[in-house]
């Protein structure tokens, strides 16, 4: 008996193993994992109410706000502790989207560690309903675009100043000129793009846009207007942020469109008003 299993076992040695090399890879090589099990991107549909909606919005003279722009993030500044360390608020009634609010805290601390500290929110959110008398009563420099041509309807457009002196004067204005694109916000009205802008140079007015596109902005010297072009002409933009990648595509939105974004990364869609959406993916 043992001697016919021997024979059996030599038999399959000499003319088995084409048959058995295989069996025997597969159960010794480890496995690559299988790709279209834990897929890299998943696909959503965006709608068309996407385009109105995002920290990308331009709103100037041309371009009247919508009302689906407001963020659903809107706080009242004053009544979050946490968020308004370390600067003053003009008044108990600014209200600001939490996510602007909250990278401005994060701008504030820095700036603090460079010892300037005298910062104040003058103004955030105006809403639609009141345009323009809230402004007025409290003399906003940058009150020349009307009602919903002005981008304070929008919640992520703040105008702040320094507690010492005037801002354009100011180690906080000079501060925030040299740093503010690197916490997400914006100076929306700079001096050299009055003709681009279509409003005067606006020391104290910051616009959150978030990162990576403050960035790119600050370092191609872009205005929203130039940069939303930008990135509609360009279809796609990368590059590296904070040590991580990051990815910029535009697509047009007609009614809905089905579009990949990141299983486990982070993905932010901001819409341009001009029928489509920007998609930054952090990868
Ligand atoms: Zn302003």
Known sequence: MKKRFFLLGILL?????PFLWPLI??????????AAAFPK????????????????????????????????????LSSHNYLVEGYCLQDNSIELSENAAKAFNEMVHAASRDNVKDFMIKSGYRSLEKPGKLAEEKGHDDDVLPGCFNEHHLGTALDVTS??????????GKWL???AWKYGFILRYPKEKVTIT????????????????????????????????????AKEVSGTINGGDYKIYYD?????????????GKY?????????????EFL
């Open 163 to 172: 507690t010492q002196m005037k801002i354009d004067q100011s180690p906080e």
């Open 41 to 76: 991107y998943k696909a959503i549909r965006v709608e068309k109410d996407q385009i109105y909606q995002g920290d990308l919005l331009l709103v100037n003279k041309k371009e009247p706000i919508h009302t689906e722009a407001v963020p659903s993030d809107m706080i009242l």
């Open 177 to 179: 000129q040299e740093n």
């Open 252 to 264: 047009p939105v007609a009614t809905s469109i089905m579009i990949q974004v990141p299983t486990n």
């Open 198 to 233: 279509g409003v005067p140079y606006n020391p104290m007015h910051y616009r959150f846009v978030g990162l990576p596109h403050s960035a790119i902005m600050q370092e191609r010297q872009l205005t929203l207007e130039e940069y939303v072009k930008y990135l509609r002409e």
């Open 268 to 280: 932010v869609l901001s819409g341009d008003k001009q029928g489509g959406v920007i998609v930054t």
């Open 13 to 17: 040695l000499l003319f088995g193993y």
């Open 25 to 34: 890879d597969a159960l010794w090589e480890p496995k690559e994992p299988d």
